[in-house]
């Protein structure tokens, strides 16, 4: 095998399976990448087992073949090389020989037998949705996926797609974020998509491949895998098995106390809360009474602290303690400059979202402070 390539295409695409491969595993041939050279492109695949990477890329193939090699080796040889055009040659024994100018790199291979097979999957119905739409609702999600893994369900973003309705949902138990939109795909078939849980680490890799909001991708579902396509580059993830909790039952009917409030006046409010917090004592304390809002928060370990800000709200006084780390991530990803926060007695939950939007909302659970 011998091809030649950009240097910059190389490196992007060897970039793009470092959040893939494996860095802790009793299988070396996961901590390295598929190249196939052949018709003048090359391929470069990568897995984990759960998550497959598919990219081709223009280059001029000399020699067909393919190899296995460490991708974290190859991306940081490719990173310090500053030439345009590298020369990727298969040498006896599986080693590669990798040239650039008068840079001279080899490095062990590994033979392809043993890598996982990564199907293509081009027979499957995909439907089109741009970037930024998937982008923006992930972004509203993801920090409330769950850590723990013995809540599997909770582990991964559960994503709905019907009639042009799209929706996410992250919970972990403590909270709940909800995004959604209304996208008219006429491009397609408009695919209805039920009800499934992607895992973090899926999810992580579509928001890189969702960066550029100008462009579109492609989705769809095949046997209990996420099929997503952007241009000449295919991921595969595969989904959870598990239940979905009711999560509709978790928002609470009827309006609460509604606060009005300027989304930066509260946040930096918040992070001056946050400053004194701990992972024993990270509560803050918020009074509403005469359209003024007061924050406080204690810490024994740290100290005390105290912040008014002006609000408009509608409702009798008011006051509840809730995670100050949640409201921030809650009110971080709202891009508007109002924002709406609805608290209830008798510790019910809250509420954060825009003012005047229901594509996104936030429940979160009081604290006893």
Same mark, same amino acid.
């Given at each position: ?11 992007? $695409? ?24 052949? %018709? ?17 890329? =223009?280059?001029?193939? &000399?020699? /067909? ?28 024994? !599986? ?38 739409? @998937? ?12 850590? +723990? ?12 797609? #019907? ?5 996410? &949902? ?21 695919? +209805? ?20 909001? %100008? ?14 396509? =952007?241009?000449?580059?295919? @991921? ?15 928002? /609470?009917?009827? +309006? ?34 005469? !359209? ?6 204690? %810490? /024994? ?6 912040? #008014? ?13 809730? %995670?100050?780390?949640? @409201?921030? +991530? ?25 003012? $005047? ?13």
């Amino acid at each position: 095998m011998e091809f030649n390539v950009e240097r910059n295409t190389f490196l992007e $695409g060897i970039q793009k399976t470092l959040g893939i491969v494996e860095r802790k595993t009793t299988i070396p041939i996961l901590n390295n990448v598929l190249i196939k050279a052949d %018709n003048n492109q090359i391929r470069i695949i990568a897995t984990d087992r759960e998550i497959g990477l598919i990219s081709d890329y =223009k280059a001029d193939v &000399v020699i /067909p073949g393919e190899i296995t090699v460490s991708a974290r080796k190859l991306f940081e040889m490719i990173r310090e090389i500053q030439g345009n055009v590298i020369n990727i040659k298969k040498m006896d024994n !599986n080693w590669v020989n990798i040239t650039c100018e008068k840079i001279d790199y080899r490095i062990p291979g590994m033979a392809t037998d043993d890598f996982p097979e990564v199907p293509d999957n081009q027979d499957v119905s995909l439907s089109t949705i741009p970037c930024g739409i @998937l982008k923006e609702m992930i972004y509203k999600t993801f920090f409330a996926v769950s850590n +723990d893994e013995m809540k599997v369900s909770l582990t991964g973003v559960f994503f709905h797609m #019907e009639k042009g309705l799209i929706e996410m &949902v992250a919970t972990d138990g403590h909270r709940l974020s909800i995004a959604k939109t209304q996208y008219e795909d006429e491009m397609s078939s408009n695919l +209805d998509i039920e009800g499934i849980i992607i895992p973090r680490k899926g999810v992580s890799e579509i928001r890189k491949l969702v960066d550029d909001e %100008n462009d579109n991708v492609q989705i769809g579902v095949t046997k209990g895998v996420c099929i997503v396509k =952007k241009g000449s580059t295919l @991921l595969r993830v595969s989904l959870l098995d598990a239940e979905y909790p009711d999560y509709h039952k978790v928002i /609470p009917e009827g +309006d609460g106390i509604r606060v009005h409030v300027n989304r930066d006046m509260i946040l930096h409010s918040l992070k001056r809360m946050n400053v004194i917090s701990s992972e024993r004592f990270s509560g803050v304390k918020i009074r509403v009474a005469n !359209n003024k809002m007061v924050l406080s928060s204690t %810490n /024994p370990d740290v100290g005390e602290a105290n912040d #008014e800000i002006d609000i408009s709200y509608s409702g009798k006084e008011c006051e509840m303690g809730y %995670n100050v780390k949640y @409201l921030i +991530d809650a009110i971080d990803v709202i891009g508007e400059d109002n924002i709406l926060i609805e608290m209830r007695e008798a510790y019910g939950p809250g509420v954060v979202m825009s003012s $005047g939007s229901d594509k996104y909302i936030c429940v979160i659970m009081p604290l006893r402070l």
